[in-house]
């Protein structure tokens, strides 16, 4: 069990608990072990009962529910909890706004214990008329139901390409081939349904197996759809003639509208495709450069084929100058245990510096983040204490560098956290909004271009807040924010976090038209956090962002040289 499993049934207990009008004191019991088991760096699993009363937040009994949780993988009391809470009433908790207390009211009041029930109490005003509603509310309700119901049967890029590897696993044990396609090997954010191609010599299969759900209705002889297990994303296996697998794989990874695309004679990439000959010892990469020669332009990397605009980029630049995992030298957005992060700031950067990176940037959060253990301003004088003894410690052997940052919350009004003469103690500093996320465009944008203006800004932080396939980015105009960073010389953030992945992939290359550099930032809260930038490099090769473009990119004697110009040195 990690650590995040174990609190993540702590605090649906203490949900749970409060949903069904249980002990208060209990409640708060599970509430607060929750809080502060999420800020334990060790492994909970690794610890005996008298270690885990040692946790501040943590008795005799909350140890021996953590306890429990390890040796069982689950709790008796949540169990118990969930078996007289309808599923619906659960689902409740995933829109935003909603609390027990609320949910409490909606299903004990009004009778209220499924999605469908609470939205169309939305849609004839009666929820409206309850009192601790009214239009605001639930007008926030009804959106939030409308996105969920948008993203059903969705998962993130980490979590899908996860399940597609178990899946092909497993299908490994019926086919000699198989290949992941689609959405998966597009990189997309997020995933709708896994393609599989398994390939056959000369009688078609007839797929069954355990685990395998089959839709009768929505398959056909040449093509097996239905689920695995019991995730909701669906699974489409596509049967492929042996001699014909590395032409389709081409074909089922692009977005239509890449294969509609037609050359100069008139002629569409699909059929070019399907007229291309395979070469001598093919290899998947050998047919598609060979599909790609044919049409009459240069190759076109998997993750950009989104039928938009891959084609004229490709003629203006190269592959190679695509951003890499092994073009970054430095780590910038991170955080520590001096905030919210898992993990001290000496293993942070050793860690950092383990992995090949010549700099760390560390950026806690600000104080006005209290909900984060954010820094006073005290707490920043004794962090850039501690950095300036570890740069000592860490460069011994080769350069390596900790730049002093701080992810600074932007304000209602624009303005960041601290005075002037505490921001002007950090080399770099990351602008990012946490709170009031639900403005209007127009105030959302000038929020921004208030932060952006401000002249310690270096970077612009997850810059619409966007969760995805929980909560939708608050509405900006992209086009004023970028045109505003450009303006400033702000660099923008690609937030690496698979749960974000902003700024959104679509717009990187109006931000490179605009000559604003963008920063792949992992926004890690604990060691293992820093390889979430795969991620961020997967969407950013999709945007078809540079090297040249990569503020993170730049060498540590560069990026001192970008920061001691920026602050006027």
Avoid at 42 to 49: I, M, P, S, V
């Amino acid at each position: 069990m990690s650590n995040a499993d174990i609190v993540e049934t702590i605090e649906l207990t203490a949900k749970l608990l409060e949903l069904h009008n249980e002990d208060e004191f209990r409640i708060k019991t599970f509430t607060n072990a929750a809080y502060n088991l999420d800020k334990y760096i060790g492994e909970l699993a690794q610890l005996d009962f008298p270690q885990l009363t040692q946790i501040q937040g943590v008795g005799k009994m909350m140890a021996g529910k953590i306890l429990e949780i390890v040796s069982s993988g689950t709790l008796r009391e949540m169990q118990d909890l969930l078996a007289k809470t309808p599923e619906g009433v659960l689902e409740m908790f995933k829109i935003k706004g909603l609390g027990a207390k609320k949910i409490k009211v909606l299903w004990n009041e009004l009778g209220l214990d499924n999605l469908n029930d609470l939205q169309i109490a939305c849609e004839n005003g009666s929820l409206a008329k309850v009192k601790g509603f009214g239009e605001k509310t639930k007008d926030s309700i009804l959106e939030s139901l409308l996105f969920i119901q948008s993203q059903a049967g969705k998962l993130r890029m980490n979590k899908a390409a996860a399940l597609a590897e178990v899946i092909a696993e497993e299908l490994g044990k019926y086919f000699e081939n198989v290949a992941i396609s689609g959405q998966i090997r597009r990189q997309s954010e997020t995933v709708d349904r896994l393609v599989f191609l398994v390939s056959y010599k000369n009688t078609l299969p007839d797929f069954e197996a355990e685990g395998f759900i089959k839709e009768e209705k929505n398959a056909s002889p040449f093509v097996w759809r239905g689920k695995y297990l019991e995730n909701k994303i669906d699974v489409e296996i596509r049967y492929v003639i042996d001699n014909q697998l590395l032409t389709k794989q081409f074909l089922y990874t692009a977005d239509e509208n890449h294969l509609k695309y037609r050359n100069e004679k008139g002629v569409s990439l699909l059929s070019t495709a399907l007229a291309t000959s395979l070469p001598e010892n093919p290899s998947q990469v050998t047919v598609e450069e060979g599909i790609y020669e044919k049409f009459g332009i240069p190759y076109i990397v998997p993750e950009m084929r989104e039928g938009g605009f891959e084609f004229d980029w490709i003629q203006k630049n190269k592959n190679e100058d695509l951003v890499t995992w092994e073009s970054l030298k430095g780590i910038l957005h991170n955080h520590s245990t001096y905030s919210d992060g898992q993990h001290s700031l000496e293993q942070m950067a050793t860690y950092c510096k383990e992995l090949g990176f010549e700099y760390l940037g560390i950026a806690d959060h600000s104080q006005s983040a209290t909900y984060a253990s954010g820094l006073l301003i005290t707490k920043v004088q004794q962090q850039h204490a501690e950095i300036e003894q570890l740069n000592k410690k860490l460069s011994i052997d080769r350069p390596f560098k900790i730049l002093k940052g701080i992810e600074s919350d932007i304000l209602g009004d624009g303005s960041l956290d601290y005075p002037d003469e505490v921001l002007a103690s950090f080399d770099y500093i990351v602008a990012s909004v946490h709170s009031n996320l639900t403005m209007n465009q127009v105030r959302a944008t000038e929020r921004l271009v208030r932060a952006i203006e401000n002249p310690y800004t270096t970077i612009l932080g997850h810059p619409t807040g966007r969760l995805l396939l929980s909560r939708k980015g608050y509405p900006i105009d992209y086009k004023e924010v970028i045109d505003c960073c450009a303006a400033n010389n702000v660099v923008i953030e690609i937030n690496a976090s698979p749960y974000r992945l902003d700024l959104d992939w679509r717009w990187i290359q109006y931000a490179i038209e605009r000559n604003v550099m963008l920063s792949i930032n992992p926004d890690a809260h604990e060691m293992q956090g820093y390889h979430d930038m795969h991620y961020g490099v997967a969407v950013a090769r999709k945007g078809g962002l540079t090297k040249n473009m990569t503020f993170n990119a730049l060498s540590l004697i560069e990026m001192q040289a970008y920061l001691n110009k920026k602050k006027g040195l």
